[in-house]
Each structure stands twice: as C-alpha cells, then as structure tokens.
C-alpha cells in the first residue's frame, strides 16, 4: 500500500524517542503477567521465516514433536492473520524458575537420508532454504544465541535456524536441543511473584543414540531440584554431561559438551530424540516495562546516528532545493510581478510590446487537463486517501498508542484509517471532477470507491493463491477474505460516496482568472522541459531524501527485521513531502514559462515519480535475499509494484495540490486586463 504497510506487515509499534535510542513501554490497560514459583509457563510457536523464499510456513508441517492432543491455534486478530502469524501451542513444558536439564520432547521420524538421485525430506528442504523458528513465551519473542570457540552472539530478530549446513559434508543436520534461557524480574510490590522480561534460546545438534522406553515413567530419575519426576520417552545411550541422569551433580548443556571429541551432530533425516534445557536466572536491572527495549532496537544494532545521518543528507536535499526555489522563483517572481502589474507608457503602447513569460498562458492556465479529468479525480482522491492514512498512522504509531505486546495492531489500525478515510477520498475526487466540469459523477464516484481497492484486492488474490499453492501461512483464510470484503464494501465504499456527496454540493474551485473558449497553441519545449527528464529528475531527489529510511523499512519486510523508529519516520515522511512539494513547483514554474499550461498531469507525475524509484530500487534490493523460487519472485515484485503504486498515487496528490495553490497565487497577484 505505501512504504509505510512495509513496517507494519511483520512487525507491531512502540513510542520511540527523538533523541535517544527506542524506549518501549505499555500503555494504561495491558497488565503484565506475574508468575509464582512451579507456575506453568506456556512456549508457544508461531510460523517459521526464510529470507531466501519470503514465503513463512506453519510451523507443524515440519515433522515436530506436538502437544498432547494436538496443537491449538491462538485466537488471532485480522492484522495477525494478514501478516503471517500463526501462533501454536507446544510440547515443551516449563515451570517458573524450575530449571530442567535434558528434558526430553519425543521421538519423531524426521524421513529417509539425503542420497544423490533422491528427494530430500521436509525438514532438509527447510534447512537448505534457511527456515528459522520464532518461539514465543509470555508474548515476547525468542532471541537467538549462538557460540564457536571464540564469541558468544545473540540476536533478537529472524528467530533461531532450524538446522545447518554442514561445512565439511554439505550435509543438512538439525538442531535437536534447544537451551531455554529466561530471565525474570522479582515484582516490587509481591516479592512472591515474578515477571518473565528476556527470552533466548541457544540451539545445538547432539546425535542421541536412545533406546525407546517401554513406559515413560518407570525409569524415570528424580530431579535435582525438587523430585518431580520429569518425562522420558527414551533411554540416552550416549548422555552429556547434562542429559547423565546418574551424575550427583548435572550442568545445564554446553558448547563444550556437545562438540566434545568423539560427538557428533544429528543429521536432519531417520529418528531423532529433541531434548531441552530450561535455565531461570533474575535480572535485577531489567524492569517489565522495558523489556521490549532491546528487541526494538535490535540490541543497538543500527545506531541513531545513522537514522540522524539520513535525516541530515534529507536535509541537505531539501535546503538545495529551497535555495533553488528563493534564488530562482522569489527573485523571478518579484521581477515578473513589477512588470506585470505596471502601467504601459505611451512608447511602450506605441511599439507594442509583447508580453512573454507565464502570464501569456494566463487564460488557459486553468484549463481542465486535455487527458481524462476523470482518472486525474480519482488518482487525486486515492492519494488524499492514502496520505491521510500515512500521517494518522505514523502518528499514532510514534506516539506509542499501538503497542508491541498486541500482534497485528499497527496493520489493523492502518487498514481501518484506509477504510475510515474513504471520505476524504470521495469528497477530495468529487472536488476535484466538479472542478474539471465533468458530468459523469457517478462514474468517478465508483471510480474512486472500486478502482485502487480493486486493483490491490486483485493483486492480493493473486498474491494469496501463489502463497496458497506453496503451503504458505502468508495464505489468508476465507474467512478474514469475507472480513476484508465487509470493509470494502460495507464501510468504505458508503464513505466514498458519503465524501463525494459532500463534495459536489460545494462550489468548483475558484480560479483568480477565466479560461477563453479556445486552447492556445503551445510552443516547442526544449528537451529538458520533456516528460522522460522532468520525470527523471522529480523523483531522484525525493527519493534520495528518504532512501535510507526505506532500506531499513524493507529490511522489517522482507528480513524479518525490527522498524520502530516512528519518530525518525515521521521526520523524514515530512521531509520526502516538502521535497516532492518543492521540485513539483519549480518544474511547473519552468513549464510555464515555457508557455506550456499542460501541468495538471505532469505536476502528478513529476512528484509521483518516487514510486518508480521505489520500485526501480526493489530490484537492486532483492539480490540481499538470495531467492531462487518462481513464486518468491511473484510475492516479492508483486507487494513492491502494490506500494509503489500507492507511493505514486499518495506524492502525486501532493505535487498536484501544491501546484494548484501555487498557480492560483501567483496568477491572483497579478493584473489581467
């Protein structure tokens, strides 16, 4: 829909500082949730994510270990549904602060060995397209951990991988164990309870040789910590250290245990026995509020100066461009309104000057575009639309009023502001079509109600039977497709008509001069004044001012990055308008003054034109996600031609408005006789 539907597809919304770096918080009504010591504490799974297919998968079409009965699905929002997220339950059993070493999940056939000339099994599939798991405890997402010899790293997006390509073999092994770490905050008020505030898991591969138990609880050993006896579906011929039951004293699992000589890891293929560690340790430092922090700003990992770098070189664009204008249009202008507006003296009417410049096209300066004043209405009024959605939700977003903890919100709030707005979408094109002196207003009307809507709920039907024929959770129900077809229809669509009732019971637009009968003819342009250079050049420069911005959006798109910097967004979107704003007027002042009063549709496209360089960049970004699929390509270009388009329509509003007004006033100023 816009470079904005880019943040909010996978990610939710906090308040961030303009200063500082992200500063998460909850807003009055979410309660945290406080747990007493042995409460159980749920591990729930969500869809699992690839940069190199872009298509997420349901996370038990892998063969895991499920939950007794199966899983069970959360109850979902419209915006989880239309990000992606399919949140599960699962089999791992945690207790809160009960340390479990070893635990035991189950035993599960993972499928027949990699062999040349043979098909590979799921779960190699998923590992040579690196699918990683997003788990989820206490609705905080896992951050992932990973150890060699040397460096311990954690990160907090894109989850933990699957499994791992072997350097050696180019063999695909799976990651079996998983080191549960969780971090708690005793709570001020009830020393008796706790709050969960960091979430990591440490992934391995450890090739268990077991023997099938006959009964799980026969054998069962005493835990060390309490004498709750803990489940085991398997006797571990080959234990570590931590999954040793017999030893006095265990150790949680560690690097140096699982690549231990003479271990090795699990290959993704026959039965595999997945096991786990869970670690509670406290964090004193760490409050409840604030846990969200470091996830947010992806532990400092793009730092705020390089957002305040990007909003400087903006600024740079724009004060270039300001001083172009105060050089060239105010001293022009000034210079244009002395001559216009004096008196001729009798030598002057004697030889007859003729006048040059803007105000010879002065009676044809408003004339109603030559080219479909109806398709101009309705782009006008989609992009007023849109760009009343993209403010009201950046907004809201920077403000902190769409909280993290709630999935979905922030794609949920931008599609109901779109719905919302219909009415300034049909009051701005029934303006506007009046304006044009067009007849057919139920056309434009319907125009506006269907045609944008239409054309993205097309390319999204298409876009959710690719995701559907490769099995993909990005697939919406038919159910949420009923949903979107109510707001359109039953919202939006009575708004849009709601908005152009009101428009065309106002007044045209009122023009400072009339239009004579018959066109004048226009001279020859020269080649810098063409629409392929005007095109060329207004839209290079906004997109230079937020292009930085926009790869870090796309990063929280496509690589399952975090973008909660709103308030740098909202600076740089206030900085990308006035700069379409300021190449607009100063393009449709040159055309002017070439005699040339055809500026209603070059000024749309002049500041329109950024959204083919969004797309244009589209192509140059997609070799960072390494994609070899047909239907990656599909998704892919397809969601980026939907928010170019939408990025065309919301700046093209923008640079036709700004030349209206500019028109009206500096042809007002002036004297025609």
């Not at 339950?89 to 056939?109: F, G």
């Not at 070189?313 to 105010?330: E, H």
């Not at 392929?532 to 990055?561: H, K, N, R």
Request: aromatic share 14%; proline share 4%; with cysteine.
């Amino acid at each position: 829909l816009l470079v904005l539907l880019f943040a909010s597809m996978r990610t939710a919304t906090v308040l961030l500082s303009l200063v500082t770096g992200a500063h998460g918080f909850y807003l009055p009504g979410v309660n945290p949730q406080s747990f007493s010591e042995g409460d159980a504490v749920k591990l729930k799974v969500n869809k699992m994510t690839s940069q190199k297919t872009l298509l997420p998968v349901d996370y038990y079409r892998l063969p895991f270990c499920q939950p007794p009965g199966g899983p069970q699905m959360d109850h979902e929002n419209l915006g989880e549904f239309l990000a992606g997220d399919r949140i599960e339950s699962s089999p791992y059993r945690l207790a809160m602060k009960v340390d479990m070493y070893c635990e035991q999940v189950c035993i599960t056939n993972l499928g027949r060995g990699e062999m040349k000339g043979v098909s590979p099994n799921k779960m190699v599939r998923a590992i040579r397209k690196n699918y990683h798991n997003n788990w989820i405890v206490d609705n905080i997402p896992a951050a992932s951990k990973v150890e060699d010899d040397r460096t311990v790293t954690t990160r907090y997006w894109q989850g933990f991988p699957v499994g791992f390509i072997s350097n050696d073999n180019k063999k695909a092994y799976v990651h079996n164990h998983v080191n549960i770490e969780i971090q708690y905050h005793v709570v001020e008020t009830d020393p008796t309870k706790a709050r969960i505030v960091r979430f990591t898991v440490e992934p391995f591969s450890i090739k268990h040789e077991f023997e099938a138990s006959a009964d799980d609880d026969d054998d069962a050993a005493v835990d060390q910590e309490g004498g709750s006896k803990p489940f085991k579906v398997a006797d571990i011929l080959n234990p570590i250290e931590s999954c040793n039951s017999k030893l006095a004293t265990r150790e949680h699992t560690k690097y140096e245990m699982v690549y231990a000589r003479g271990r090795e890891p699990q290959e993704a293929a026959g039965r595999v026995l997945f096991t786990y560690d869970v670690i509670w340790t406290e964090n004193k430092e760490l409050h409840w509020a604030s846990r969200w922090d470091v996830y947010l700003s992806m532990d400092n990992a793009i730092p705020a100066r390089v957002h305040w770098l990007s909003i400087a070189n903006s600024l740079v664009i724009v004060i270039v461009l300001s001083a172009m204008i105060a050089a060239i249009l105010v001293r022009n202008l000034r210079r244009d309104f002395s001559r216009y507006n004096q008196l001729a003296s009798d030598e002057e009417k004697a030889e007859d000057l003729e006048e040059f410049g803007w105000k010879l096209v002065h009676a044809d300066v408003f004339r109603p575009p030559s080219f479909s004043p109806l398709l101009l209405a309705v782009a006008c009024g989609t992009g007023a639309q849109l760009l009343c959605m993209t403010v009201l939700t950046i907004i809201f977003s920077a403000m902190g009023f769409l909280s993290p903890a709630n999935r979905g919100a922030l794609i949920m709030a931008q599609l109901l502001l779109y719905v919302l707005m219909g009415v300034v979408a049909g009051y701005v094109a029934a303006r506007m079509y009046k304006t044009f002196k067009g007849k057919s207003w139920q056309k434009a009307t319907a125009a506006t109600a269907f045609g944008f809507p239409g054309v993205t709920f097309g390319m999204f039907l298409i876009m959710n039977i690719v995701a559907l024929s490769q099995g993909s959770s990005d697939a919406v129900p038919v159910t949420t497709m009923i949903v979107l077809l109510v707001l359109w229809f039953g919202i939006s669509t009575p708004l849009v008509f709601f908005g152009a009732y009101f428009g065309y019971k106002q007044d045209a637009i009122e023009f400072p001069v009339n239009t004579s009968s018959i066109p004048r003819q226009i001279p020859d342009q020269p080649w810098f004044m063409g629409i392929p250079f005007t095109l060329m050049v207004g839209g290079i420069l906004p997109f230079g001012a937020c292009f930085v911005e926009l790869y870090f959006i796309m990063a929280s798109v496509w690589m399952d990055q975090y973008y909660y910097v709103f308030a740098f967004l909202f600076l740089v979107f206030v900085i990308l308008i006035v700069t379409c704003a300021e190449i607009t007027v100063l393009f449709n002042y040159f055309q002017l003054c070439g005699e040339n009063y055809h500026w209603w549709w070059r000024s749309f496209c002049c500041a329109g034109s950024t959204g083919l360089y969004v797309f244009l960049y589209s192509f140059a970004y997609f070799k960072q996600l390494e994609a070899n699929q047909l239907a990656t390509y599909v998704l892919y270009f397809g969601y980026m031609a939907l928010a170019s388009l939408g990025l065309f329509l919301m700046t093209g509003f923008v640079g036709v408005s700004t030349c209206l007004w500019f028109n009206k006033t500096i042809y007002g100023s002036i004297k025609i006789d």
